[in-house]
């Protein structure tokens, strides 16, 4: 249910058994997916979206009750229309936001990357003096049928290995300057460096070449706050990004360690869609701070959260968490 858990379920996910699916197709084939367990398989989609909401939003709210008097601005990621998720789902999840941060303005955003281009713009609006906080959240399920139909509408070619289970998830994170932290006694997680998006080519629905050009450019675009050790991403979610990732990384040989680990969420816990970019780095904050690498990193090392929206957008973040 939280970030801290999910640092350790993915050590122990060998030994994690996830419940079968109840999605089946006219056929009576079985639709894998994975959903949150505390949530079941049977609560409908906005009520799904609501709860996931609350609860990345009370997770990055924990201790910070000194926020509740100044004015916060917020991004939501979600899917939209025309990838099966209703509006109403949409405007369930803003709601959370809305209520439970007490926000002035509330932003939308798509896609398994769009929270990065919400990362970056939140920055800018924090360095501009416009708000002293900036949430973005993110959040998607694929428990629904519609949303299962969506995403299987294009089947992945003959010669793709197997993809993850589509599954559901959420996170949050709360943005504010070091100067306004520090005059609050908050208690700080992590340094976010940068975030950065480009477009790409190469998407999920057509057959362009993948070159990593637009993710070596992203990479590029970003501080270089010294060797990289771990990376949080969509590695192993198909071949796409596979071959984008390894691409990118070889063109930024100096940001990286020569052996650097590649963790990928969504091959253990299913595809998470408009979540996945946040969730990647929440997950690298939460594993990091909890030196819960599969590696021998320094905890406090940058590392790399990426993530590839379907319509080829491709965009990353670098951070590093601060010692506990």
């Not at 399920?141 to 290995?161: G, N, Q």
């Not at 949050?172 to 208690?187: M, P």
């Not at 071959?243 to 299913?270: D, H, P, Y």
């Not at 929440?282 to 030196?291: L, S």
């Amino acid at each position: 249910m939280t970030p801290r858990d999910h640092a350790f379920f993915v050590r122990a996910a060998e030994v994690v058994t996830p419940a079968p699916s109840p999605f089946v197709t006219d056929e009576d084939a079985r639709v894998d997916v994975r959903y949150c367990p505390w949530l079941g398989a049977r609560m409908p989609l906005a009520e799904r979206m609501t709860a996931m909401t609350r609860v990345a939003v009370h997770e990055a709210l924990y201790g910070l009750e000194a926020l509740e008097k100044f004015e916060v601005n917020a991004f939501v990621c979600t899917d939209d229309a025309a990838r099966g998720m209703s509006e109403d789902a949409i405007g369930a999840a803003r709601a959370v936001v809305q209520r439970d941060l007490h926000v002035s303005l509330v932003k939308g955003c798509r896609g398994d990357a769009g929270s990065f281009a919400a990362l970056r713009e939140a920055m800018a609006t924090l360095e501009s003096g416009a708000v002293p906080v900036v949430a973005v959240v993110a959040v998607d399920s694929f428990v629904d049928a519609t949303r299962l139909a969506e995403a299987r509408r294009v089947a992945p070619p003959f010669w793709e290995s197997e993809p993850p289970e589509q599954g559901e998830g959420a996170a949050a994170v709360l943005l504010t300057t070091t100067a306004f932290a520090s005059a609050q006694k908050l208690t700080v997680l992590a340094r976010l460096h940068g975030s950065a998006i480009a477009a790409g080519s190469a998407t999920d629905e057509n057959d362009e070449p993948v070159d990593g050009t637009a993710l070596t450019t992203v990479f590029r675009g970003l501080p270089d706050p010294g060797t990289t050790f771990t990376m949080f991403g969509q590695r192993d979610v198909g071949g796409l990004r596979f071959e984008e990732s390894r691409i990118a990384i070889a063109r930024n040989a100096k940001r990286f360690a020569k052996v650097t680990r590649a963790e990928s969420l969504e091959q253990e816990t299913g595809r998470l869609g408009a979540a996945a970019g946040l969730a990647n780095l929440v997950f690298g904050i939460a594993t990091m701070r909890h030196a819960a690498m599969r590696n021998d990193a320094p905890r406090t090392s940058p590392f790399y959260a990426w993530a590839i929206s379907r319509d080829g957008t491709r965009g990353a973040a670098v951070a590093s968490v601060i010692e506990p």
